[in-house]
């Protein structure tokens, strides 16, 4: 039986100790980012892991040979419900965060919901897709706060 977006389980998995507080709204956040990217979402885990072991998905899977903070692999056999996973890198997300002068917090629920947007459709190979997921991922995270005051 499919699970629909409200019910679909979201998993985090954790290689690494890291400090992530909100769990359960930040799992409510993205089942509604899939109703209002109208993608259906059958499963979807995430795991947190090492710039190493990121390091040898990418090479493995993807056959490139530098550090990048996210990975996400869509699993679907079927084109009407999505199953997920969602590797990412919290050494990258620490780095990332000092580069652009954001918290680890937030720099963590930019990734947490870039990986999820990928899911449902969104791209970043050009310099346009880059700003529209830009916006897609401030949209999500101004969502995420308006839900926490």
Do not use: W
Request: glycine share 2%.
């Amino acid at each position: 039986m499919q699970k629909n977006n409200t019910t679909a389980p979201i998993y985090f998995h954790f290689m690494l100790p890291v400090s992530f507080s909100q769990r359960t709204l930040v799992k409510e956040v993205i089942r509604d980012l899939f109703k209002k990217e109208k993608t259906k979402l059958e499963q979807l885990q995430y795991i947190f892991c090492s710039d190493d072991y990121l390091l040898e998905i990418n090479k493995q899977h993807l056959q490139h040979n530098y550090y990048t903070d996210i990975i996400t692999f869509d699993l679907s056999e079927k084109s009407n419900a999505v199953i997920g996973e969602i590797y990412i890198s919290v050494d990258r997300v620490k780095e990332n965060a000092r580069n652009y002068s954001a918290s680890f917090k937030q720099e963590l629920l930019r990734v947490i919901f870039h990986g999820a947007l990928h899911l449902c459709g969104h791209k970043d190979k050009t310099e346009k897709d880059q700003v529209l997921m830009r916006k897609a991922e401030d949209k999500y995270l101004q969502y995420f706060l308006s839900k926490v005051k």
